[in-house]
Nanobody
Framework: QVQLVESGGGLVQAGGSLRLSCAAS???????MGWYRQAPGKQRVYVAT???????NYADSVKGRFTISRDNAKNTVYLQMNSLKPDDTAVYYC????????WGQGTQVTVSS
């Protein structure tokens, strides 16, 4: 079982940047890793994924602004978020694995206009 802890959230003005981290309790080298977000009153939605082979994919809403990366030596996944918009305000969750998935507790990102 893998435990995930997100960090790096906070309050930022529109146009600003944040870098989220997701630290895993065990090795993630063979796992696909992803970021999801849930805005108030809405369902959790997909943001980005990175495979064990370093292939990446992004939701259209964040493409060109967000970058997902991983450091397997540190068992950590990152989400660099640039040009933030108020619509990016949400709790951001880290996910490890696929059919059997593990989730973190989330980190709040608030973007003010």
């Amino acid at each position: 079982q893998v435990q995930l802890v997100e960090s790096g959230g906070g309050l930022v003005q529109a146009g600003g940047s944040l870098r989220l981290s997701c630290a895993a309790s065990g090795s993630i080298s063979m796992l696909a890793m992803g970021w999801y977000r849930q805005a108030p009153g809405k369902q959790r939605v997909y943001v980005a994924t990175i495979t064990s082979g370093l292939s990446t994919n992004y939701a259209d809403s964040v493409k060109g602004r967000f970058t997902i990366s991983r450091d397997n030596a540190k068992n950590t996944v990152y989400l660099q978020m640039n040009s933030l918009k108020p619509d990016d305000t949400a709790v951001y969750y880290c996910k490890a694995g696929g059919t059997i998935a593990y989730w973190g507790q989330g980190t709040q990102v608030t973007v003010s206009s």
